[in-house]
């Protein structure tokens, strides 16, 4: 999952299970030049984690499932876990972490390998009661099949409830949503996170476009300033 600063800093997040049922982690950026002070923290690799004061990421492990394989990282701050993380992205204020999950470990899994995978969710760190924690944002229908995109302080996705999907914009600042225009039913048939298309923002992070697709035969296209 770049390093991409803004005047519009967008990510995308997508799982892809290969034929030897190892899955990578492809990012997708657009708009806007490489700035280090915004955009994703890349690559991620053990050491100090300079974001989070006093923090530092230990070696990575595989974490594996039966679709697809993420590298991620134990997050420590002090001497204290806090969680695992497999991606990183900051924007002009917040630090947005990508966080992965242990499931029950498999008798014939690989050394040196959890079963686990990603979570479907954005977290960000927060400290209670002197102890820091992984916490996920509330983001409104968030799913796996959401494709995000982040530009400025704004994340553009693909949002769920009951059994319906939306073109939905959030803001990850105020904790809003912003905009959400319902497109039909998310009886789908297949369970490839991809099967959604990636939400395209303008430069300007004020008008997004949200592609054709099987279910859609014109694009949607949400303008902010209306």
Known sequence: MKAQGCNGASMRVLQVTTLAAVAVMALFLSHAKADA?????RPLQAGPFN???????????????????TTCFELQVG??????????????????????????????????????GEVDAMHEVIQKNGNWQLV??????????SQPVICGELVAYW???????????????????????RIGRSD????????????????????????????VIAPIIIKLSE
């Open 37 to 41: 002070k915004e955009g994703l923290i």
């Open 51 to 69: 974001s989070i004061p006093h923090a530092k990421l230990r070696p990575p492990v595989r974490f594996v499932n039966e679709m697809y394989e």
């Open 79 to 116: 001497n204290k876990k806090v969680g695992w993380i497999y991606a990183a992205f900051k924007t002009r204020t917040l630090l947005i972490l990508f966080a992965c999950e242990k499931y029950m470990q498999k008798p014939d899994a690989q050394a040196g390998t959890f079963t686990g």
């Open 136 to 145: 996920k944002i509330p983001i409104p229908g968030y799913d796996r099949f």
């Open 159 to 181: 949002a769920f409830d009951s059994n319906e999907y939306f073109a939905s914009v959030y803001d990850l600042s105020t904790r809003r949503q912003m905009k959400k225009v």
């Open 188 to 215: 789908f048939g297949t369970d490839d996170s991809s099967y959604l298309p990636i939400p395209v923002w303008t430069a300007s992070c004020d008008e997004v476009r949200y592609p054709v697709h099987d279910e």
